[in-house]
């Protein structure tokens, strides 16, 4: 059963902007994180923007990779179950697919494999040509 899907990727031109997103079907762990990973061929995934909703240890708020600090957004539209990342000034290096995920904690920076998110999007690709 998919519960995270995501749409938006495209190929785009250096500094331009897209906006990814990633309809939440009913994963029970939307509530608490929910996150978006990149990943390039051969490499783990990695956290590039977060946004969590406070409850007990879990801070409240967004938390961004310095790679996309400034340039990239996260936010979420509670009522439609949808998640977004706003994505300006594309650089080459933004080149990979972008997974939604969420759970009960979600940490900017490279995934352990060893602790995968509870819930995970198959991706949308994103290229960014110079």
């Known amino acids: 059963q998919v519960q995270l899907e995501e749409s938006g990727g495209d190929s785009v031109q250096a500094g331009e902007s897209l906006r990814l997103s990633c309809v939440d079907s009913g994963s029970i762990y939307s509530k608490f994180c929910m996150g978006w990973f990149r990943q390039v061929p051969g490499k783990q995934p990695v956290g590039v923007a977060t946004i969590c909703t406070g409850t007990g240890t879990i801070r409240d708020g967004t938390k961004y990779d310095e790679s996309v600090m400034g340039r990239f957004i996260i936010s979420k539209d509670i009522d439609k179950n949808v998640l977004f990342l706003e994505m300006n000034n594309l650089k080459p290096d933004d080149t990979a697919l972008y997974h939604c995920?969420?759970?009960?904690?979600?940490?900017?920076?490279?995934?352990?494999?060893?602790?995968?998110?509870?819930?995970w999007g198959q991706g949308t690709q994103v290229t960014v040509s110079s």
């Open positions: 995920a969420a759970d009960l904690v979600l940490r900017i920076g490279p995934l352990d494999p060893n602790f995968p998110p509870r819930s």
